[in-house]
């Protein structure tokens, strides 16, 4: 089992930045990917951006060259840098772990508008 604590998010003004971090614990060793999913309200859960344990990232269409993924490995942190927000980008953001299960954040909000 793998536990994901989150932290960031807000209010920013479009055109501004967000950061979101996450940390994961527990059994987190061999084959995995951290990464983030987003959801509006409304609408269906969407991927965000992952990065893999040999540091390959993957980016979802709407937010490829607006934000950045990075993960620290021996912290076992996972970072989303927003930049170049949109208000499309409101929703709530999810960390997500996937190595031999797959494992939920509790979710943080991140809000853009004027």
């Known amino acids: 089992q793998v536990q994901l604590v989150e932290s960031g998010g807000g209010l920013v003004q479009p055109g501004g930045s967000l950061q979101l971090s996450c940390v994961a614990s527990?059994?987190?060793?061999?084959?995995?990917?951290m990464g983030w999913y987003r959801q509006a309200s409304g609408k269906e859960r969407e991927f965000v951006a992952h990065v893999t344990n040999n540091g390959r990232t993957t980016y979802g269409d709407s937010v490829r060259g607006r934000f950045t993924i990075s993960r620290d490995y021996v912290k076992n942190t996972v970072t989303l840098q927003m930049n170049s927000a949109k208000v499309e980008d409101t929703a709530d953001y999810y960390c997500?772990?996937?190595?031999?299960?797959?494992?939920w954040g509790q979710g943080k909000q991140g809000t853009v508008s004027s």
């Open positions: 997500n772990f996937r190595g031999k299960q797959n494992n």
């Open positions: 527990g059994s987190v060793f061999g084959g995995n990917t």
